[in-house]
């Protein structure tokens, strides 16, 4: 299976600077965005921090079969998910260690949504921490393939709300799992089986929040396969839609 893939990020219309990053490692067929959070700019050092980390240690893992990983593996998880699973715990780890010893990162966190795509079989493995999303685009139509880990979330489990209630509701935006916050984290692990065309779309809510999943579907479909057309056109929608956090989106397609 090929991959081909684009990513776009931007500060937004109301944000001083972006606490988004996100990874294209296509040669270890790894991608995430993570969207960082804490004041005096320390959220975009968890960002920067989560993705780098995956990108070290996918690579280690990758080019040295006799690499120590630092965790015990699960047996019950595949090898590829305990990879996945595992560049996202010490990504966790090292952002926590680093707030521990700078005050003025105290505090600070992150969400990540990462994507890994094992080279022998039409897969994908989806591992998160927060509200940043997943989605799957197939032939027109789109599906959220992540939970998020938010306050709002939470409390939709136990009653209905209107699309009234969800937009007045006080404390959209609080997550309820990021990654730095703890020395362990717990993650979400989401396997999927592709066929050639899908596009998987990894997001901040910079862009989940601002356009709704009928319209992200809709510019997915229009680019007709240019990707790089496509991020760029959802990061114009969200910028169109207020713009009120930082945008970013990475699509990855699998083609035959």
């Given at each position: 299976?090929?991959?081909?893939?684009a990513?776009a990020?931007?500060?937004?219309?109301?944000?001083?600077?972006?606490?988004?990053?996100?990874?294209?490692?296509?040669?270890?067929?790894?991608?995430?965005v993570?969207?960082?959070?804490g004041?005096?700019?320390?959220?975009?050092?968890?960002?920067?921090?989560?993705?780098?980390?995956?990108?070290?240690f996918?690579?280690?893992t990758g080019?040295d079969?006799?690499?120590?990983?630092?965790?015990k593996?699960?047996?019950?998880?595949t090898?590829d998910?305990?990879r996945?699973?595992t560049?996202?715990k010490?990504?966790?780890l090292?952002?926590?260690e680093?707030?521990?010893?700078?005050?003025?990162l105290?505090?600070?966190?992150?969400?990540?949504?990462?994507?890994a795509?094992?080279?022998?079989?039409?897969?994908?493995?989806v591992?998160?921490?927060?509200?940043?999303?997943?989605?799957?685009?197939?032939?027109?139509?789109?599906?959220?393939?992540?939970?998020d880990?938010?306050?709002?979330?939470?409390?939709?489990?136990?009653?209905?709300?209107?699309?009234?209630?969800?937009q007045?509701f006080?404390?959209?935006?609080?997550?309820?799992?990021?990654l730095?916050?703890?020395?362990q984290?717990?993650?979400d692990?989401v396997r999927?089986?592709?066929?050639?065309?899908?596009?998987?779309?990894l997001?901040?809510?910079?862009l989940?929040g601002?356009v709704?999943?009928?319209r992200?579907?809709?510019?997915?479909r229009?680019?007709?396969g240019?990707?790089?057309?496509?991020?760029?056109?959802?990061?114009?929608?969200?910028?169109?839609?207020?713009?009120?956090?930082?945008?970013t989106?990475?699509?990855?397609?699998?083609?035959?």
């Amino acid at each position: 299976m090929r991959l081909s893939h684009a990513g776009a990020s931007d500060v937004g219309r109301k944000r001083t600077h972006n606490e988004d990053a996100f990874l294209l490692l296509p040669e270890e067929q790894l991608w995430c965005v993570a969207d960082g959070m804490g004041g005096h700019a320390s959220g975009e050092v968890a960002a920067r921090i989560a993705v780098e980390e995956m990108a070290e240690f996918f690579r280690l893992t990758g080019r040295d079969d006799e690499a120590t990983w630092p965790y015990k593996l699960d047996p019950a998880r595949t090898p590829d998910e305990n990879r996945l699973l595992t560049g996202i715990k010490l990504a966790n780890l090292r952002i926590h260690e680093r707030a521990q010893v700078d005050p003025r990162l105290h505090g600070m966190g992150t969400t990540i949504v990462a994507a890994a795509f094992p080279r022998d079989a039409r897969t994908v493995l989806v591992g998160h921490v927060g509200d940043s999303r997943a989605y799957l685009a197939r032939q027109g139509g789109i599906r959220q393939l992540t939970e998020d880990h938010s306050l709002l979330n939470d409390y939709r489990k136990t009653r209905a709300l209107s699309p009234e209630e969800i937009q007045a509701f006080p404390h959209k935006n609080v997550i309820v799992r990021a990654l730095g916050m703890k020395p362990q984290v717990e993650i979400d692990v989401v396997r999927e089986e592709l066929v050639a065309g899908d596009v998987l779309l990894l997001c901040s809510d910079g862009l989940s929040g601002m356009v709704p999943d009928e319209r992200i579907a809709e510019i997915v479909r229009g680019s007709h396969g240019d990707l790089r057309r496509a991020a760029g056109a959802l990061v114009d929608a969200a910028n169109a839609a207020g713009g009120v956090d930082n945008v970013t989106c990475v699509l990855v397609q699998a083609l035959d």
